[in-house]
């Protein structure tokens, strides 16, 4: 009987091979959630980690909104994750056309 190990992206299988052709699972482990990406700003966030560049807080402020301009999932949760506009924003003027 010849034992094998096999891992994928859900976890680390060891499997137990019989003579009869027959496959014993003897130990699943699990994998460790991956983290779930929001938008565009945790991609490059984790690219930058990845490479080792070292996130400051401006860093912070892009990547928030970065995924608010691109996020990633449903169109309810793109709305959700929009940045919101201030309704006290004051309007561009616009001056009414003057003839000469």
Do not use: Y
């Not at 928030?64 to 924003?89: C, H, I, R, S, V």
């Amino acid at each position: 009987m010849a034992h094998t190990e096999i891992n994928t992206r859900d976890g680390s299988w060891v499997l137990e091979l019989h003579a009869d052709g027959t496959v014993e699972v003897l130990q699943f482990t699990a994998a460790p959630p991956r983290k779930k990406w929001d938008g565009l700003g945790d991609v490059i966030a984790s690219a930058t980690k990845a490479v080792g560049i070292k996130p400051c807080t401006s860093c912070e402020e892009r990547r928030k909104m970065l995924n608010g301009m691109m996020p990633f999932g449903t169109a309810e949760q793109a709305a959700a994750a929009a940045p919101k506009l201030d309704a006290e924003q004051p309007k561009p003027d616009t001056a009414p056309e003057q003839s000469l």
